[in-house]
T-cell receptor
Framework: GAGVSQTPSNKVTEKGKYVELRCDPI?????LYWYRQSLGQGPEFLIY????????DSGLPNDRFFAVRPEGSVSTLKIQRTERGDSAVYLC?????????????FGPGTRLTVL | GQQVMQIPQYQHVQEGEDFTTYCNSS?????IQWYKQRPGGHPVFLIQ?????EVKKQKRLTFQFGEAKKNSSLHITATQTTDVGTYFC??????????FGKGTRLSVIA
């Protein structure tokens, strides 16, 4: 079946602009996770959803970052007033149920570049 | 909160040599997962360890979970060029299901 998909694959924006990154999880997966990965680093946890609700958003760096999952499937990560430091690969993952006892399936990521 | 530290950060080996990466946690883990990320790719799940002292094997890969459930290791026997990539360990921390280490980047010289 289809894996986790993310759109766009690449996004170039200017400092101060607003961006939205989309994640389509594997069908039937109730848990969805957002990570940010900078070059040479491990995935940095941002937020995860169990169903429609954000179960843990402790990784969001500040209030410019927001994520939604209104129908318990597709999720959108929203970044306001982008800064150059936001440049990274944003990874989405899903799991059948909430980890830690379930493997996470990652999407290909969205590479965000803030000029 | 809990952090997972991985060593070494980089490892260069000749094809056919063995490779080991180590993962250490500041707190006891309920479980630990290992992922592999190929260059330009995304993390792919390898295995999960849950029991104290657990050892699991996948062909040339051997995974161990420490008796105190604070450390883990991944050993690859007779590396091949297909083993190239970054290996991450990850464990839960508080309400966060997985916190990833910084990974060990493996290069294999043919």
């Amino acid at each position: 079946g289809a894996g986790v998909s993310q759109t766009p694959s690449n996004k170039v924006t200017e400092k101060g602009k607003y961006v939205e990154l989309r994640c389509d999880p594997i069908s039937g997966h109730t848990a969805l996770y957002w990570y940010r990965q900078s070059l040479g680093q491990g995935p940095e946890f941002l937020i995860y959803f169990q169903g429609t609700g954000a179960a843990d958003d402790s990784g969001l760096p500040n209030d410019r970052f927001f994520a939604v999952r209104p129908e318990g499937s597709v999720s959108t990560l929203k970044i306001q007033r982008t800064e150059r430091g936001d440049s990274a690969v944003y990874l989405c993952a899903s799991s059948l149920d909430v980890a830690p006892y379930n493997e996470q399936f990652f999407g290909p990521g969205t590479r965000l570049t803030v000029l | 909160g809990q952090q997972v530290m991985q060593i070494p950060q980089y490892q260069h080996v000749q094809e056919g040599e063995d490779f080991t990466t180590y993962c250490n946690s500041s707190t006891t883990l309920s479980n630990i997962q290992w992922y592999k990320q190929r260059p330009g790719g995304h993390p792919v799940f390898l295995i999960q360890l849950v029991k104290s002292g657990e050892v699991k094997k996948q062909k040339r890969l051997t995974f161990q979970f420490g008796e105190a459930k604070k450390n883990s290791s991944l050993h690859i026997t007779a590396t091949q060029t297909t083993d190239v990539g970054t290996y991450f360990c990850a464990g839960p921390s508080g309400n966060t299901p997985l916190v990833f280490g910084k990974g060990t980047r493996l290069s294999v010289i043919a």
